[in-house]
């Protein structure tokens, strides 16, 4: 974990990461979202190949929980393949930065017009 310039915080995940850091993942997303409460967190996967489904649930509830306590949460450079499940595990489009989603704004923005994910090429 560290902090950028402009106060965000970023949590950088390596690997493949599985049921054994999901209670340590979980703790750490929780524990910023909900203590350190910064403008925003920034779970950076660019060396994440894989997540179970667990920890893409914490990543999920992490954004679900910034939300309720107004600390804007992130999800950047995921693969393609971790995009999707992302999605499917209801991280919200727009919170998918980077990597191989350069269309994330604009998939934000077709799913806040009411076009259904599955719809939007690439993801």
């Not at 179970?52 to 992490?62: E, F, K």
């Not at 999707?84 to 934000?108: K, M, S, T």
């Amino acid at each position: 974990m560290s902090t950028s310039p402009d106060g965000s915080v970023v949590i950088q995940p390596h690997g493949s990461v599985g049921p054994d850091a999901a209670v340590e993942l979980r703790q750490l997303l929780v524990h910023t979202v909900r203590r350190v409460r910064p403008l925003r967190l920034i779970v950076d996967l660019a060396d994440v190949w894989e997540l179970d489904p667990i920890n893409l649930g914490s990543v999920a509830a992490a954004c679900g929980l910034g939300d309720d306590l107004q600390v804007a949460v992130f999800v950047d450079n995921p693969s393609g393949q971790l995009a999707e499940q992302l999605a499917a595990a209801g991280v919200p489009a727009q919170r998918v930065r980077g990597r191989d989603n350069p269309g994330g704004q604009l998939a934000g923005q077709l799913a806040a017009a009411g076009v259904p994910a599955q719809r939007v090429r690439g993801r």
